[in-house]
């Protein structure tokens, strides 16, 4: 079964990768999707969020990441992905997520979607959330893989911070 993981991933949380991760136990083949929406205003570019993605799924062999713009069904039609996988933290996403499947099972009732429900102690991260602690002077090394967190710093707080 081929699987696709949308989302904006500005930046990719390890929030994202425990469902990145158990997602790519369940597919034969898992895509992360960064679907490219112009109303929201993003700190990564998609070019970078590609490449920050890539590195921390490097380990996976199964997973692989693209970028999109439109509408996921139609993207999961071109990948041949029959399966849309997306995370709840809590009530608040459950509310989200019932209102966008019920929206893409009208669109195309032949891909499914399935929730995995986000590991307890993953449950309160979210990007805007790692991106505030950073701007703020906090280190997000507990909430985003290494890497993300060392593009992290250099993008809000630039070379020259001494971090
Ligand atoms: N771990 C950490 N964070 C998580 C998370 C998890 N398991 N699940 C959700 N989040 C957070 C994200 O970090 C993000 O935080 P932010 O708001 O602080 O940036 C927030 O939840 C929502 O992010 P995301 O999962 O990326 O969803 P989104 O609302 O940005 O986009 C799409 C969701 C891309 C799947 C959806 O908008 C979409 O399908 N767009 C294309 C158009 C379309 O087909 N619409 C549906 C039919 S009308």
């Known amino acids: ?93 459950y509310e989200y997520e019932l209102q966008q499947s019920t929206a893409n099972m009208m669109l195309d009732d032949t891909i499914e979607s399935i929730f995995l429900v986000a590991t307890p102690e993953l449950s309160f991260i979210s990007s805007s959330v790692v991106k505030n602690l950073v701007v703020s002077g906090g280190d997000a090394e507990k909430f985003v893989p290494q890497a993300i967190n060392r593009k992290l710093k250099e993008k809000i707080h630039g070379n020259h911070s001494g971090i």
């Open 1 to 93: 079964m081929k699987a696709c993981y949308p989302g904006t991933f500005d930046p990719l949380t390890n929030g994202h990768m425990d469902i990145i991760e158990r997602a790519a136990k369940i597919a034969d083949e898992l895509v992360v999707a960064i679907m490219v929406n112009p109303d929201k205003k993003v700190l990564f570019s998609v070019d970078e969020r590609i490449e920050m993605i890539e590195e921390a799924v490097r380990h996976l062999p199964n997973v692989s990441v693209v970028a999109s713009e439109g509408l996921t069904v139609d993207l999961c039609r071109r990948l041949h992905a029959s399966v849309l996988i997306r995370g709840i933290r809590a009530v608040m996403d």
